[in-house]
């Protein structure tokens, strides 16, 4: 599972190179995670560490960077105990889902059409390697399947109600001021105390977009 995680990175990015979808503004990053708070700063470490053992062919971009290295390499202030860097990618998922749809419609307008509020009411396994699911939904049945995830989820498959919960989050663009004035678009934070905050730089403008979460 953890493989098939790391290789749909660069597949988001050779479609979107592939197919001209630059309004995803889907790159790659280096990303951050600046820890504030002491215990989750060390539960941090232990997992990088259980990764280097483990799977290190996937943890090899993973960087522990303690308190006063952090503040040197990146910036930080003195409250934090230290941060995580690794390679990462960052896109907007909305422009990317609507890309895609506007270049298939585009290129199958007579055989291709959006079915919306289709509650999945069963999924079949078939005996057929193209086609190995048959999904039945209320608007019909399809053979082939892209699986929402998140909050989707639960929403879409019944029996995942209960077991997989929305997040309430908020997001906001802000003027880039100081070292970020001029950004490139190649830097994400993540800033860890009892939530986070997820600070995302964009490509060739002055906005910084946050999303602010809470457990």
């Known amino acids: ?112 059409s959006i079915e919306t509020s289709a509650m999945v009411q069963e999924i079949h396994v078939e005996n057929s390697d193209p086609t190995p699911y048959l999904v039945c939904t209320s608007r019909g049945n399809a053979t082939h399947a892209v699986h929402a995830t998140d909050v989707y989820a639960s929403n879409s498959i019944p029996g995942l109600k209960g077991k997989i919960f929305p997040v309430h989050a908020h997001m906001s663009a802000q003027a880039a001021e100081g070292p970020s004035e001029n950004p490139s678009g190649s830097r994400s934070w993540t800033i860890g105390k009892k939530g986070y905050e997820y600070i995302t730089q964009r490509s060739g403008s002055l906005q910084v977009r946050w999303r602010n979460y809470a457990r």
């Open 1 to 112: 599972m953890l493989h098939f995680q790391f290789r749909h990175l660069p597949t988001i990015l050779e479609l979107v190179k592939t197919e001209g979808l630059e309004e995803a503004e889907a790159r790659e990053v280096e990303m951050m995670d600046l820890f504030t708070e002491e215990t989750m700063w060390n539960q941090a470490q232990s997992m990088v560490q259980e990764l280097w053992r483990e799977v290190s062919e996937c943890a090899k971009n993973l960087i522990i960077w303690y308190a006063k290295e952090a503040r040197e390499k990146f910036g930080a202030s003195d409250h934090g105990y230290g941060a995580i860097s690794s390679r990462a990618r960052a896109m907007w998922p909305y422009q990317l889902v609507t890309s895609i749809y506007k270049a298939l419609q585009s290129r199958y307008q007579a055989s291709f």
